[in-house]
Structure formats: C-alpha cells, structure tokens
C-alpha cells in the first residue's frame, strides 16, 4: 500500500508530496468520453461498476499517490428530493430551486444507505483493487444550499444569499438537513472503506468574514465532527481572506486554491496539513514553466504536511502533457537532495 498520502495527513517526515489531482477523472482523459458515452452523467455515478472503472482511469495513466471516488456533490441535493440534471454546456440544474421556507419544509433528510447507496458499493468495489488511499467526499453545506437556491451555477448568488438575510429561519433549517446530510453521508464513506475524506466548499468564498463565520462555518464543523477514524480535508476556495478562521471547521488538512501564498499559509496555519494549490489553467502552460512553479509550490510548504494538488479541480481542456510534467516534477522531488 502506498501510504504517501496518510503520512503527509498526519505530517509525518516524507521523501516528497504525495500527488493527486481535484476531478482528476473526468473529461480530459479520453478513456472518460468511451465510458461516459454510454450513459448520461448522473447515470455513470449511480453504476458502481463503471464509476469504480472511471475513478482508476487516471491512476493508470499517472500514478497518483491517491484517488477519489467517481460521483457528485449534487447527489445528495437529489436525495434530498429535489429534481437535478446535467445539462451538456451548462452543467448542473434544479428544476425548482429552494426560494421560500415552504420548498425547504419539503426536503428530507435522506437515508444514505437507503437512498445512495451507489457511491458506498463504488467504494467496496474500489478498495479491493488499489493500492492508494481512496478519498471520500461531500459538498460543504453552503456549497450545497448555494446550487439548491441558485438552481445551478451562479454569478452573484442572489438567491441563496437573499435567503440567508432575509428568512434566516429557514436558511438554518436547510444548512441544518444538509450538515447532517453531509455528515452521515462522509460517514458512511468512511465506513465502506474511504482512507480519508473531503468537504468542497467551492463557494464559501463568496461570503463575507461576517456570514462565513456565522454560516458556513459552523455547519461545516457540524458535518466534519460526524466523521469518526479518518482524517478530514475541508476545501475552501477563495478563503484567503479568512484563512486563519479554517482551523474552527475542526478539519485536519486543509485545501488552498492558487492564489495563497503557501508559505504565508504555513505561518497562519502552523503545522496543519495543506493541500495544493497549481493553478489548474497553468496545466495550459508550458512544460518548463509547469515543472518550475511545481518546485517552488513544494518550497514554500516545506517538508512536512503538505499533499500536492491543484487550487480547484482540472479543467476539460487540460493537456495531458500537463498533468504528467507536474506528476513528474513532484515524483522526482527528493527532500534529502535539498541543500
Ligand atoms: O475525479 C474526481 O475528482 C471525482 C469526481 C468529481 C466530480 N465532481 C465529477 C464530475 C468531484 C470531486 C466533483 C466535485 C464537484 N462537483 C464540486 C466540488 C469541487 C469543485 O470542483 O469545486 C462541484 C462544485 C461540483 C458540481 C458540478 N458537477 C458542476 C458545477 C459540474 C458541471 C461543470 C463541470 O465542471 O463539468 C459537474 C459535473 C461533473 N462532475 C462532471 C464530472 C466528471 C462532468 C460531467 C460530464 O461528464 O458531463
């Protein structure tokens, strides 16, 4: 077992960063589009067999030090009752998104084993066939609430923000369900054999330090303490501004988009694990320009506690030239060969 990935959770002394890629299955890869083909994309993630076939795609082809279980952050919402496509170009959409109390008194919170139990049987099917630690994950209740009140994508979060100032009962109400959610259902993962789990919380950064702190922090912590024997990373995109506020979800590693300055993380968060932070478009780039930001990523988190990743997850353009100079780059660092 490559246990790369464990130690660098726990910081223990590694030769270099273990690597693994946020969406490192997915669109780029060709051998994606051949499974994918056959079935739309809500379809895929509910077929254990082919979601399991899709998440060691990219371990094939590159060697990751970890995978992560082939699914969506949207399931659960869909769990919960509310009606969820992929529409090609445009990615998710609700048909009737959450706007008053009434549409939230209308969820439920749903029975993992009973209403998802696709990416549990995923899971059994994957771990008797890696030899990586296989990550676990769920949407961080706001990233959540933000799609489910939006109804997709959004620019200015008008709704879900409108929502939490203007009827704050039943904005509670919702992140309430979709901790608790979000927490048995990190859980179950962990259960069915996940070695680690992760909370996105794409869109948090659209909050203010004042609205972060009150709502998606808290809940964040709410789901992350349901998780019992394995270790936590909360994602938390744009959170720059309130870095040093991360430590309060409980979490015990913590991912970091591109623009943090890892060594000024490293100060903020002291010895916590730390996950990333490649651009994602700087795949795009030139292979020497690729492998230099590669070392100086790994400089400034310094030799203990810090996984390799991107800043958010690969783009379906990306080049697989890309991925495999930075997966070189970071396999060839030695620590002990630094002055
Ligand atoms: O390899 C992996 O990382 C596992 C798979 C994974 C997917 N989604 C598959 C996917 C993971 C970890 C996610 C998480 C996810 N999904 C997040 C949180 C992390 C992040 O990237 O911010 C979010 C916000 C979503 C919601 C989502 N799913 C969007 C906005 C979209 C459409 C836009 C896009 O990037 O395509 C999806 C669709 C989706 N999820 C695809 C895949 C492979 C593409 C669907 C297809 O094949 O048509």
């Given at each position: 077992m490559n246990d790369l990935l464990l130690r660098a959770l726990r910081s223990e002394p590694v030769e270099r960063p273990p690597i693994w890629m946020f969406r490192q299955a997915g669109r780029y890869l060709p051998e994606y589009h051949e499974v994918r083909s056959k079935s739309d994309f809500l379809g895929l993630c509910?077929?254990?067999?082919?979601?399991?076939?899709?998440?060691?795609?990219?371990?094939?082809?590159?060697?990751?030090d970890a995978s992560i279980v082939f699914n969506d952050i949207l399931v659960p919402p869909a769990a919960m009752g509310m009606d969820l496509e992929f529409v090609p170009g445009k990615g998710p959409v609700f048909?009737?998104?959450?706007?008053?109390?009434?549409?939230?008194?209308?969820?439920?919170?749903?029975?993992?084993?009973?209403?998802m139990p696709h990416v549990l049987e995923t899971i059994r099917v994957l771990v008797d066939q890696i030899d990586v630690?296989?990550?676990?994950?769920?949407?961080?209740p706001f990233t959540m609430a933000s799609y489910m009140c939006e109804g997709g994508g959004s620019k200015n979060f008008l709704h879900v923000k409108s929502m939490m100032w203007n009827d704050p009962e039943a904005f509670a109400k919702l992140m309430e369900m979709n901790a608790q959610t979000v927490g048995a259902y990190l859980q179950a993962q962990a259960e069915a054999g996940a070695s680690a789990v992760a909370l996105f919380d794409t869109w948090a950064g659209v909050l203010e330090r004042e609205d972060f702190e009150r709502w998606a922090l808290p809940y964040a912590r709410e789901a992350l303490e349901m998780v019992k024997g394995v270790p936590t990373v909360y994602f938390c995109r744009d959170s720059s501004p309130f870095l040093e506020l991360l430590p309060q979800t409980g979490a015990d590693a913590f991912g970091l988009d591109w623009r943090v300055d890892l060594s000024h993380a490293r100060e903020v968060l002291g010895d916590a694990p730390i996950m990333g932070n490649l651009d994602p478009v700087a795949l795009h780039g030139p292979t020497d320009m690729i492998r230099s930001r590669v070392r100086r990523i790994i400089r400034e988190a310094g030799p203990r506690g810090h996984i390799f990743n991107l800043g958010h997850g690969l783009l379906p353009t990306t080049p697989l030239e890309g991925v495999a100079a930075a997966v070189d780059e970071v396999k060839s660092w030695r620590w002990s060969e630094q002055g």
């Open positions: 509910r077929d254990s067999d082919r979601a399991a076939e899709v998440t060691l795609q990219p371990l094939r082809r590159f060697n990751f048909d009737a998104p959450l706007r008053t109390r009434a549409d939230v008194d209308a969820l439920r919170v749903p029975s993992i084993e009973g209403d630690p296989l990550f676990g994950f769920a949407g961080a």
